[in-house]
């Protein structure tokens, strides 16, 4: 098993898209009251006093859309300053992130993820459940805005969905050529919401490939990322393309992450909620953090175990919770 050293943390539930995938229009998600959220201070405090000391250096901000939290680039800073943080990175829709960029990178944010489902503006609006202006225009002005101020190498996201985004894959793998840009085609997770798109709503990644072998030919990259990626490249691309396959291919014996949500309880994986430590509430109370370093340290012992023995792919219907409310 890798060593368990990277925490992603959502810092809220919310969002300003609804994607069909993750939190489709008309479905009543109960958000987290503002005072339920961890504060800043406490997040210091978790990562600081509790993950650290536990051996974590990666860190990851995301939600729902981490870019509508107050007081985020604040965080960063903080986050940034701490010595023992080696990565710390953040996952975004990208629709606010022309006016962030700059200031998130000068807080001392080192890498970023965008989604970009499409690149058509009619489809974009259509998966994030857009009726009124296109989005997409505003998106894409994020995206460049986060190549300007030096974001390298910058990951786009892509969740493909059959019928929908699938006969772009070539369109958006030609995004990797030009630019040191890393394309990350993610086969679409049943979580939340199993019934959308009926039976078989992923497209395998090997199917993926073999179209965009077809076309430029395709080798694998020696450019590793800290996650489940399996990363390859068009021949002579300045960018890779990575291919997430947990519906394909089961990647629990690579998985170095746990997750803390933004009401702050600790997600051992993003499959099964069993073993889940409701940190907020220890800290409110007064449980000190050398209790909870002894609590999480113990959950990371078990994680091998939930991983392989409870994988829960949300098919079975006991899995209610969407991405946004997990944070993905
Ligand atoms: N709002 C930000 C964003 O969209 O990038 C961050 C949070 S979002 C939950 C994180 C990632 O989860 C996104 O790349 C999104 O595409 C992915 N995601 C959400 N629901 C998913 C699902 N059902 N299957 C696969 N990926 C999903
Ligand atoms: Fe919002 Fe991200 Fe979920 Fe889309 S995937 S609804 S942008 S949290």
């Not at 009619?122 to 101020?149: C, E, K, Y």
């Not at 993926?208 to 800290?226: C, H, P």
């Not at 933004?262 to 994986?269: S, T």
């Not at 939930?306 to 919770?321: A, H, M, P, Q, V």
Request: charged share 25%.
């Amino acid at each position: 098993m890798p060593k368990i050293d990277y925490l992603r943390i959502s810092l809220i539930d919310k969002c300003n898209f609804r994607c069909q995938y993750c939190m489709p229009e008309g479905t009543k998600l109960d958000y987290v009251l503002n005072q339920e959220l961890l504060t800043n201070q406490e997040i210091l405090a978790l990562v600081q006093d509790v993950f650290i000391p536990l051996g974590f250096t990666k860190f990851r901000l995301t939600g729902g859309e981490p870019l509508l939290r107050p007081g985020l680039v604040d965080l960063v800073r903080d986050l940034a300053r701490l010595k023992a943080t080696e990565d710390l990175a953040l996952t975004t829709n990208g629709f606010l992130l022309a006016d962030l960029a700059q200031p998130l990178m000068d807080a001392g944010l080192k890498r970023i993820n965008i989604s970009l489902d499409s690149l058509n503006p009619a489809t974009f609006d259509q998966i994030i459940g857009n009726r009124g202006r296109s989005r997409w225009q505003q998106t894409w002005s994020g995206i460049l805005a986060a190549h300007r101020v030096g974001f390298d190498p910058l990951k786009l996201n892509v969740v493909v969905i059959p019928g929908v985004n699938d006969t772009e894959v070539l369109d958006l793998a030609a995004l990797s050529i030009e630019r040191n840009w890393h394309i990350r085609f993610i086969e679409f997770m049943p979580i939340g919401n199993p019934e959308l798109f009926g039976d078989k709503a992923w497209i395998d990644s090997v199917e993926l490939r073999r179209l965009i072998r077809q076309k430029w030919g395709l080798v694998e990259s020696n450019i590793k990322g800290n996650g489940p990626a399996d990363v390859f490249q068009i021949p002579d691309a300045k960018g890779t393309l990575g291919f997430i396959s947990q519906m394909s291919e089961c990647f629990c014996d690579r998985c170095n992450r746990v997750r803390l949500s933004a009401d702050g309880w600790l997600r051992p994986c993003l499959l099964n909620e069993t073993g889940q430590i409701d940190l907020k509430t220890a800290l409110r109370s007064g449980v000190d953090t050398a209790d909870l370093q002894r609590q999480v340290g113990q959950l990371l012992l078990l994680k091998p175990e939930i991983n392989f023995k409870e994988r829960d792919s949300g098919t079975s219907g006991t899995y209610t919770r969407t991405m946004s409310q997990i944070g993905g």
